[in-house]
Protein backbone atom coordinates (compact mmCIF):
# COMPACT_ATOMS: atom_id res chain seq x y z
CA UNK A 1 0.00 0.00 0.00
CA UNK A 2 2.98 2.56 0.84
CA UNK A 3 4.19 1.88 -2.35
CA UNK A 4 1.00 2.28 -4.12
CA UNK A 5 2.02 5.71 -5.72
CA UNK A 6 5.22 4.65 -6.87
CA UNK A 7 2.99 1.55 -9.05
CA UNK A 8 1.16 4.23 -10.10
CA UNK A 9 3.48 5.50 -11.78
CA UNK A 10 5.81 3.00 -13.19
CA UNK A 11 2.12 2.29 -15.09
CA UNK A 12 1.89 5.45 -16.38
CA UNK A 13 5.32 5.61 -17.63
CA UNK A 14 4.59 2.87 -20.07
CA UNK A 15 8.13 2.30 -21.04
CA UNK A 16 10.16 1.75 -17.82
CA UNK A 17 12.42 -0.95 -17.51
CA UNK A 18 11.13 -1.54 -13.93
CA UNK A 19 8.48 -4.48 -13.00
CA UNK A 20 6.74 -4.57 -9.43
CA UNK A 21 5.05 -8.24 -9.00
CA UNK A 22 2.53 -8.27 -5.76
CA UNK A 23 2.47 -11.75 -4.48
CA UNK A 24 -0.11 -13.57 -2.37
CA UNK A 25 2.32 -14.78 0.55
CA UNK A 26 6.07 -14.16 1.83
CA UNK A 27 7.07 -16.92 0.65
CA UNK A 28 6.41 -16.65 -2.78
CA UNK A 29 8.55 -13.43 -2.20
CA UNK A 30 11.21 -15.87 -1.18
CA UNK A 31 11.41 -18.36 -3.57
CA UNK A 32 11.96 -15.74 -5.74
CA UNK A 33 14.80 -14.45 -3.64
CA UNK A 34 16.27 -17.32 -3.48
CA UNK A 35 16.17 -17.93 -7.50
CA UNK A 36 17.40 -14.66 -8.14
CA UNK A 37 14.32 -13.33 -10.07
CA UNK A 38 14.21 -10.46 -7.47
CA UNK A 39 15.97 -7.56 -7.87
CA UNK A 40 14.56 -5.66 -4.55
CA UNK A 41 11.74 -7.52 -2.21
CA UNK A 42 9.68 -6.57 0.33
CA UNK A 43 9.16 -9.40 2.91
CA UNK A 44 8.92 -8.93 7.25
CA UNK A 45 12.25 -8.52 8.59
CA UNK A 46 12.76 -11.54 10.39
CA UNK A 47 12.64 -14.13 7.03
CA UNK A 48 14.68 -11.15 5.75
CA UNK A 49 17.63 -11.90 8.54
CA UNK A 50 16.89 -15.90 7.80
CA UNK A 51 17.85 -14.87 4.05
CA UNK A 52 20.65 -13.03 4.93
CA UNK A 53 22.26 -15.17 7.32
CA UNK A 54 22.04 -18.14 5.22
CA UNK A 55 24.26 -16.59 3.26
CA UNK A 56 21.78 -14.65 0.16
CA UNK A 57 23.41 -11.66 -1.13
CA UNK A 58 20.79 -9.13 -0.52
CA UNK A 59 21.23 -6.12 2.03
CA UNK A 60 18.57 -4.18 3.95
CA UNK A 61 18.10 -1.13 2.33
CA UNK A 62 14.80 0.20 4.62
CA UNK A 63 11.76 -0.32 6.65
CA UNK A 64 8.86 0.86 5.32
CA UNK A 65 6.04 -0.88 7.17
CA UNK A 66 6.14 -0.82 11.24
CA UNK A 67 3.49 -2.62 13.41
CA UNK A 68 0.24 -3.54 11.96
CA UNK A 69 -0.78 -6.56 13.87
CA UNK A 70 -4.22 -6.14 16.07
CA UNK A 71 -6.01 -8.77 18.54
CA UNK A 72 -9.29 -8.37 16.59
CA UNK A 73 -12.70 -9.75 17.99
CA UNK A 74 -15.96 -9.06 18.62
CA UNK A 75 -15.58 -9.53 22.83
CA UNK A 76 -16.82 -6.56 24.90
CA UNK A 77 -14.88 -7.70 28.24
CA UNK A 78 -11.21 -7.40 27.55
CA UNK A 79 -10.06 -4.48 28.62
CA UNK A 80 -6.81 -5.33 29.83
CA UNK A 81 -3.87 -8.17 29.20
CA UNK A 82 -5.41 -9.74 32.53
CA UNK A 83 -9.21 -10.42 30.95
CA UNK A 84 -7.54 -12.08 28.25
CA UNK A 85 -6.50 -15.03 30.81
CA UNK A 86 -8.00 -18.34 29.72
CA UNK A 87 -9.43 -17.42 26.18
CA UNK A 88 -8.34 -19.06 23.15
CA UNK A 89 -6.24 -16.72 20.64
CA UNK A 90 -6.17 -17.77 17.31
CA UNK A 91 -2.60 -16.91 15.54
CA UNK A 92 -1.22 -17.98 12.31
CA UNK A 93 1.65 -20.04 12.05
CA UNK A 94 3.82 -20.67 15.04
CA UNK A 95 6.87 -18.91 14.91
CA UNK A 96 6.30 -15.77 12.29
CA UNK A 97 6.28 -12.90 13.46
CA UNK A 98 2.83 -12.58 14.74
CA UNK A 99 3.00 -15.36 17.16
CA UNK A 100 6.19 -14.04 18.87
CA UNK A 101 5.13 -10.75 18.79
CA UNK A 102 2.29 -11.99 20.70
CA UNK A 103 4.05 -14.33 22.53
CA UNK A 104 6.50 -11.35 24.01
CA UNK A 105 3.41 -9.00 24.76
CA UNK A 106 1.68 -11.92 27.11
CA UNK A 107 4.59 -12.70 28.66
CA UNK A 108 5.75 -8.81 29.29
CA UNK A 109 2.18 -8.44 30.56
CA UNK A 110 2.36 -11.41 32.80
CA UNK A 111 0.84 -14.21 31.35
CA UNK A 112 1.85 -17.44 30.16
CA UNK A 113 1.20 -18.45 26.54
CA UNK A 114 1.96 -21.82 27.24
CA UNK A 115 -0.39 -22.17 30.62
CA UNK A 116 -2.49 -19.13 30.96
CA UNK A 117 -4.25 -18.83 27.61
CA UNK A 118 -5.10 -21.34 24.13
CA UNK A 119 -3.22 -20.03 20.87
CA UNK A 120 -4.58 -21.93 18.83
CA UNK A 121 -2.89 -22.26 15.18
CA UNK A 122 -5.77 -24.11 12.89
CA UNK A 123 -6.01 -21.11 10.41
CA UNK A 124 -2.12 -21.34 8.70
CA UNK A 125 -2.35 -18.42 6.64
CA UNK A 126 -3.58 -14.03 7.34
CA UNK A 127 -6.38 -14.93 5.02
CA UNK A 128 -7.15 -18.20 6.46
CA UNK A 129 -7.12 -16.24 9.95
CA UNK A 130 -9.32 -13.38 8.65
CA UNK A 131 -11.85 -15.16 7.04
CA UNK A 132 -12.72 -16.97 10.16
CA UNK A 133 -12.47 -14.21 12.52
CA UNK A 134 -14.91 -12.62 10.00
CA UNK A 135 -17.23 -16.28 10.05
CA UNK A 136 -17.18 -16.41 14.00
CA UNK A 137 -15.34 -19.52 13.29
CA UNK A 138 -13.00 -18.11 15.44
CA UNK A 139 -13.58 -15.42 18.82
CA UNK A 140 -10.26 -13.80 18.91
CA UNK A 141 -7.13 -13.50 16.70
CA UNK A 142 -4.14 -11.64 15.60
CA UNK A 143 -3.97 -10.09 11.83
CA UNK A 144 -2.80 -7.52 10.12
CA UNK A 145 -3.60 -4.53 8.52
CA UNK A 146 -5.01 -4.40 5.84
CA UNK A 147 -6.90 -6.94 7.01
CA UNK A 148 -8.14 -6.05 9.81
CA UNK A 149 -10.35 -3.56 8.18
CA UNK A 150 -11.76 -5.84 5.60
CA UNK A 151 -13.25 -8.32 8.64
CA UNK A 152 -14.53 -4.94 10.45
CA UNK A 153 -16.38 -4.37 6.86
CA UNK A 154 -17.49 -7.50 6.86
CA UNK A 155 -18.38 -7.97 10.22
CA UNK A 156 -19.95 -4.75 11.79
CA UNK A 157 -19.44 -5.95 15.39
CA UNK A 158 -15.80 -7.22 15.18
CA UNK A 159 -13.15 -4.29 16.62
CA UNK A 160 -9.16 -4.21 17.14
CA UNK A 161 -8.99 -5.26 21.16
CA UNK A 162 -5.52 -4.38 20.91
CA UNK A 163 -3.20 -2.75 19.13
CA UNK A 164 0.20 -4.74 19.28
CA UNK A 165 2.45 -1.76 17.99
CA UNK A 166 0.83 0.01 21.16
CA UNK A 167 1.75 -2.47 23.39
CA UNK A 168 5.04 -2.90 21.95
CA UNK A 169 5.97 0.64 22.23
CA UNK A 170 4.94 0.35 25.85
CA UNK A 171 7.36 -2.40 26.29
CA UNK A 172 10.17 -1.58 24.14
CA UNK A 173 9.66 2.82 23.38
CA UNK A 174 9.86 1.64 19.73
CA UNK A 175 7.88 0.77 16.97
CA UNK A 176 7.30 -2.98 15.67
CA UNK A 177 10.19 -2.96 12.54
CA UNK A 178 8.54 -5.37 11.31
CA UNK A 179 8.50 -5.10 7.36
CA UNK A 180 11.90 -4.80 5.60
CA UNK A 181 12.98 -3.56 1.77
CA UNK A 182 15.53 -5.54 0.48
CA UNK A 183 17.89 -4.92 -2.46
CA UNK A 184 20.48 -7.27 -4.10
CA UNK A 185 23.99 -6.75 -3.60
CA UNK A 186 25.00 -6.89 -6.94
CA UNK A 187 22.01 -4.33 -7.94
CA UNK A 188 23.37 -1.89 -5.09
CA UNK A 189 26.85 -2.20 -6.30
CA UNK A 190 26.60 -1.95 -10.07
CA UNK A 191 23.86 -0.19 -10.53
CA UNK A 192 23.70 2.72 -7.51
CA UNK A 193 21.91 5.55 -9.39
CA UNK A 194 18.68 3.31 -10.19
CA UNK A 195 18.99 1.86 -6.92
CA UNK A 196 18.96 5.12 -5.19
CA UNK A 197 16.39 6.26 -7.61
CA UNK A 198 13.83 3.79 -6.83
CA UNK A 199 14.64 4.06 -3.05
CA UNK A 200 13.56 7.74 -3.34
CA UNK A 201 10.49 7.10 -5.50
CA UNK A 202 9.69 4.86 -2.57
CA UNK A 203 9.76 7.17 0.27
CA UNK A 204 8.01 9.68 -1.65
CA UNK A 205 5.17 7.12 -2.52
CA UNK A 206 4.90 6.28 1.37
CA UNK A 207 4.62 10.01 2.17
CA UNK A 208 2.41 10.49 -0.23
CA UNK A 209 -0.22 8.13 0.86
CA UNK A 210 0.45 9.27 4.42
CA UNK A 211 -0.61 12.44 3.20
CA UNK A 212 -3.35 11.81 0.91
CA UNK A 213 -5.27 8.97 2.15
CA UNK A 214 -8.78 9.38 -0.37
CA UNK A 215 -6.36 9.57 -3.21
CA UNK A 216 -4.09 6.41 -2.19
CA UNK A 217 -7.26 4.34 -1.34
CA UNK A 218 -8.96 5.08 -4.65
CA UNK A 219 -5.46 4.08 -6.08
CA UNK A 220 -4.94 0.46 -3.47
CA UNK A 221 -8.74 -0.64 -5.01
CA UNK A 222 -7.56 0.26 -8.97
CA UNK A 223 -4.72 -2.01 -8.67
CA UNK A 224 -6.43 -4.80 -6.98
CA UNK A 225 -5.06 -4.51 -3.46
CA UNK A 226 -8.34 -4.00 -1.50
CA UNK A 227 -11.70 -4.56 -3.20
CA UNK A 228 -13.60 -1.46 -1.22
CA UNK A 229 -12.28 2.07 -1.48
CA UNK A 230 -13.87 2.69 2.78
CA UNK A 231 -11.77 -0.27 3.69
CA UNK A 232 -8.48 0.95 2.26
CA UNK A 233 -9.39 4.63 3.80
CA UNK A 234 -9.17 3.14 7.00
CA UNK A 235 -6.92 0.88 6.90
CA UNK A 236 -3.73 3.81 5.75
CA UNK A 237 -3.54 5.02 9.60
CA UNK A 238 -3.77 1.84 11.26
CA UNK A 239 -0.97 0.15 8.77
CA UNK A 240 2.17 2.67 9.97
CA UNK A 241 3.54 3.46 6.88
CA UNK A 242 6.91 5.16 7.54
CA UNK A 243 9.77 4.76 5.06
CA UNK A 244 13.11 4.68 7.44
CA UNK A 245 16.46 4.14 5.75
CA UNK A 246 18.20 0.93 8.19
CA UNK A 247 21.63 2.20 8.41
CA UNK A 248 20.20 4.79 10.65
CA UNK A 249 18.60 2.56 12.93
CA UNK A 250 20.98 -0.76 12.64
CA UNK A 251 20.15 -0.71 16.79
CA UNK A 252 16.84 -0.19 16.75
CA UNK A 253 16.49 -3.14 14.06
CA UNK A 254 19.05 -5.59 15.91
CA UNK A 255 16.76 -4.98 19.38
CA UNK A 256 13.76 -5.91 17.72
CA UNK A 257 15.40 -9.18 16.22
CA UNK A 258 16.90 -10.01 19.93
CA UNK A 259 13.57 -10.39 21.07
CA UNK A 260 13.17 -13.12 18.41
CA UNK A 261 16.60 -14.36 18.96
CA UNK A 262 15.79 -14.72 22.92
CA UNK A 263 12.32 -16.71 22.03
CA UNK A 264 14.05 -18.62 19.60
CA UNK A 265 17.53 -18.29 17.75
CA UNK A 266 16.30 -20.13 14.37
CA UNK A 267 13.54 -17.91 14.36
CA UNK A 268 15.97 -15.48 12.55
CA UNK A 269 18.56 -18.00 11.20
CA UNK A 270 21.25 -18.34 14.18
CA UNK A 271 22.04 -15.37 14.78
CA UNK A 272 21.45 -11.74 14.77
CA UNK A 273 22.72 -10.66 11.24
CA UNK A 274 26.20 -8.48 11.22
CA UNK A 275 26.63 -4.77 10.05
CA UNK A 276 27.01 -5.86 6.51
CA UNK A 277 22.90 -6.61 6.16
CA UNK A 278 22.74 -3.04 6.32
CA UNK A 279 22.68 -1.27 3.28
Do not use: C
Not at 44 to 57: E, F, Q, R, S, V
Not at 175 to 182: C, E, P, V
Not at 252 to 279: A, C, R, S, T
Amino acid sequence: MGMIKLIDSINNAGNTNIQIDIMNDPIQVRKMMLDGTADFAILPTTMAAILYNKGLDYRLIAIPGWGTLYLVGEDTTINSWNDIRNKRVNVMAKGMTPDVVFRYLLQKNGINPDKDITLDYSFPTHIDLANAIAARQAKLGVIPEPLVSLVMHKNKKLHPIFDLNLEWNKQQSTSIAMTAFLGSNSILKDSPQLAEQLISSYKNSVQWVNQHPDSAATLIVKYGILPDYQVALQSIPRSNLNFVRANKIQTQIDEYLKVFYDMNPDIIGGKIPDENFFY
